[in-house]
């Protein structure tokens, strides 16, 4: 399809929180090593830090949105078994866990979590182990330490970012700042007071300035997809089950409802992917390799089903998955290139083998076992966001 610059033709160049800036640290699947930060100032893409405190906009004081800083899981949200007995609603107030709600899923060391948005909209940071404390510090096969898990989710931008909270070598409890940094989350960190933009995965400000966080490869699915794929997987609990910054275990609330008015708590594909037209908040799978960007949007997806691309050389297959939302994989395997088509609703086809959309992994045939890396460590996102950090992106379909 005939693709073109889109950013001046939707005007929005000039659009506030939408100045042009750096793309995503580590946009392949592989996870990004941390870097140190330097005594001069950094360049990360087309940004140089630190930014200056007259583009962070104050929104809320510290902590105003409370991170999440002692997570509980179940096998779903009526399971509380490990929540203490006196910190469990009874049944009846205990909110539930619709298979069409949005989750942020992520699988390492062979087990698999979701974290819904439905806690992430109100929250935003999740300070969670994936391993016993006694193993959180254990140097992964690639020498990262493993264990210690930041989740994060923006519900201005609809991205999630995961990433090991490791600062220096040592695990670090992060917060929400109450700052915004071109309409994106701002974290800081409690060793060193440091701000870190979400989409950058980097120290934007502060002692730590470009230092930049090993990113961990997560996906946007629904809760019902999510669970299917990984039948083992446990869930995040919502307050009063998991514990909020300083200790607080919040107010029972009902997490159905939306914070911010969404049509649908779900927000799998945002206001606009209904539509044929590009919106700040049609959902994109966005892909940048070697310098290039493309975002993918929901509405052309959704109408070929199955996009086999390249992007700065990188082959890519973008598609649409079960429960509404999009993936992008590396089209590589075992040294060749595959094409993909549809199968049906779950699986692509490629090479002999049927592939599951939502975990990218093949599910019978030659490559029966193997599994397709993602392009990026994000989630698919809103446009607004993508065009934020790429303002030179190029829009498949255009």
Not at 40 to 50: C, K, N, R
Not at 302 to 319: C, K, T
Not at 377 to 394: E, K, L, Q, R, Y
Request: proline share 7%; charged share 25%.
């Amino acid at each position: 399809m005939r693709r073109r610059r889109y950013l001046a033709a939707l005007g929005l160049a000039g659009a506030t929180g939408l100045a042009g800036c750096a793309g995503y640290v580590g946009s392949t699947a592989e996870e990004t090593p941390t870097r140190s930060p330097s005594s001069e100032p950094v360049q990360v893409g087309d940004v140089t830090l630190p930014v200056d405190r007259s583009e962070l906009f104050t929104a809320l004081h510290r902590d105003g949105i409370p991170a999440i800083t002692d997570p509980a899981f179940g096998a779903d949200w009526t399971d509380w078994s490990a929540v203490a007995v006196e910190h469990r609603p009874p049944a009846a107030e205990r909110p539930t866990l619709p298979d069409e709600f949005a989750v942020v899923g992520v699988e390492r060391g062979g087990e698999a979590r979701a974290y819904p948005l439905a806690v992430l909209d109100w929250h935003e940071v999740v300070n969670d182990v994936f391993e016993p404390p006694s193993t959180a510090r254990r140097p992964t096969a690639d020498g990262a330490l493993g264990g210690a898990l930041l989740v994060t989710y923006c519900p201005l931008c609809g991205s999630g970012v995961v990433a090991e909270r490791v600062v220096d070598g040592e695990p670090t409890t992060f917060g929400v700042s109450g700052m915004l940094w071109r309409d994106d989350l701002v974290l800081y960190d409690r060793a060193t007071d440091s701000l870190w933009s979400q989409l950058l995965a980097t120290a934007i400000r502060g002692p730590k300035t470009g230092t930049q966080l090993r990113l961990v490869p997560s996906t946007l699915s629904s809760w019902g997809e999510w669970r299917t794929a990984h039948p083992e997987t446990r869930v995040l609990l919502p307050p009063p089950g998991s514990v909020a910054v300083d200790g607080r275990r919040g107010q029972v609330r009902d997490y159905g409802d939306s914070k911010y008015g969404y049509e649908t708590q779900s927000q799998l594909v945002g206001f606009d992917s209904d539509g044929e037209g590009l919106g700040e908040r049609t959902l994109v799978a966005g892909v940048d390799h070697e310098g290039v960007a493309r975002a993918y949007p929901f509405p052309v997806v959704r109408g070929e089903d199955v996009v086999n691309d390249r992007v700065g050389g990188l082959p890519v297959v973008v598609a649409l998955a079960p429960g509404g939302t999009l993936v992008a994989y590396d089209r590589r395997v075992d040294g060749g290139t595959l094409r993909f088509e549809a199968a049906d609703d779950r699986h692509l086809c490629a090479g002999g083998s049927r592939w599951e959309r939502t975990t990218g992994r093949a599910a019978d045939g030659p490559y029966d076992g193997a599994r397709l890396a993602p392009t990026a460590a994000h989630t698919a996102m809103f446009w607004s966001a993508w065009v934020a950090f790429h303002p030179d992106t190029t829009v498949y379909g255009r």
